[in-house]
T-cell receptor, first 112, second 114 residues
């Protein structure tokens, strides 16, 4: 069966510091991978998606970037965090584009 | 473009009450429909799905029927429990479109009181 791991679960970082969140998927190959942000409230905002190694699509211009160095690894980064980057970040994967997605447990990021 | 509209929350019910969370959609093709649940501090979990008209998805006592004529996928449960307190998201995937990801509703907060 497939599993998704996302870490860390919580993170408190000062403004201006770098960020690296990691997500890995096990039990499948060539998954579609996604990074979402969920700000206060409940809505989901798609930040990045990837259909293959090195292929990243950005949905929203922002202070963040994503990379996919390996087939089942997806990394969310920032060189300098802003207060507005605080939120709940969710990694997800799917077998194919535009099909049901499976989510990780999320990372609660607080920028102080 | 595709969109999903959910009833505004929060919804507060007493234990054993009947639950309905409304969801309607617009899509250019023939979407698959999903309900996700998010418990406090956790990621989203797929609760149920339906892939074609008149399909009924069900799981953990929850049900939703794909109604093409009314473009709806309402979530129901006959008797809610305190443990059902969570945020519920309706979503669709438009298989005939070019979208690369699901379209989500804004979520509905459910609180069940003992």
């Amino acid at each position: 069966s497939q599993t998704i791991h996302q870490w860390p679960a919580t993170l408190v970082q000062p403004v201006g510091s770098p960020l690296s969140l990691e997500c890995t998927v096990e039990g499948t190959s060539n998954p579609n991978l996604y990074w979402y942000r969920q700000a206060a409230g409940r809505g989901l905002q798609l930040l990045f998606y990837s259909v293959g190694i090195g292929q990243i699509s950005s949905e929203v211009p922002q202070n963040l970037s994503a990379s996919r160095p390996q087939d089942r690894q997806f990394i969310l980064s920032s060189k300098k965090l802003l207060l507005s980057d605080s939120g709940f970040y969710l990694c997800a994967w799917s077998f194919r584009p535009n099909t049901e997605a499976f989510f990780g447990q999320g990372t609660r990021l607080t920028v102080v | 473009g595709d969109s999903v509209t959910q009833m505004e929350g929060p919804v507060t019910l007493s234990e054993e009450a009947f639950l309905t969370i409304n969801c309607t959609y617009t899509a250019t093709g023939y979407p698959s429909l999903f309900w996700y649940v998010q418990y406090p501090g956790e990621g989203l979990q797929l609760l149920l799905k339906a892939t074609k008209a008149d399909d009924k998805g069900s799981n953990k006592g929850f049900e939703a029927t794909y109604r093409k004529e009314t473009t709806s996928f309402h979530l129901e449960k006959g008797s809610v429990q305190v443990s059902d307190s969570a945020v519920y998201f309706c979503a669709l995937s438009d298989r005939s479109g070019s979208a690369r990801q699901l379209t989500f509703g804004s979520g509905t907060q459910l609180t069940v009181l003992p």
